[in-house]
């Protein structure tokens, strides 16, 4: 990894224990609600975490996400973190791609400056079917 990239996961890190750690746990498989069902999908070893093209995540952070995701109901939506700076969101998402387990290349301030551009029409949350349905414009 190199040092930009140890800088922006170290600094996730911090983000991800202050703000994510309450719905997605401190191992990343989610926080159960008291009864059956979590609060927020798992991080570790979800397929849209790991992906080579970060474009989702991305669009999940700025913008939020509501609705099943992947058939399963959650009892919020993910906030929409947009109004932070672009290192911020690449700061979270290279800590959640390199933790719990999982191993993805890690996202740049510009990658996210670059969905910022795409999507700054957008007013509202993300769904998953949503999300599916757009083409990657980010390679990694």
Do not use: W
């Amino acid at each position: 990894m190199s040092e930009q990239g140890a800088k922006l996961v170290a600094q996730g890190a911090i983000i991800y224990k202050q703000l994510c750690i309450t719905c997605h746990g401190s191992d990343g498989k989610g926080v159960n609600t008291g009864g059956p069902g979590m609060i927020a999908p798992a991080l570790a070893a979800n397929p849209d975490v790991n992906a080579q093209a970060p474009d989702k995540l991305i669009r999940i952070l700025l913008h939020g996400l509501s609705g099943p995701i992947r058939g399963t109901r959650y009892p919020d939506a993910m906030p929409a973190l947009g109004a932070n700076d672009n290192n911020y969101i690449a700061s979270v998402l290279g800590y959640v791609r390199n933790d719990f387990g999982n191993k993805a290349p890690i996202i740049l301030p510009d990658d996210v400056q670059k969905i910022r551009d795409a999507s700054k029409e957008r007013t509202k949350t993300y769904t998953m079917d949503e999300l599916d349905g757009i083409r990657s414009i980010l390679r990694k």
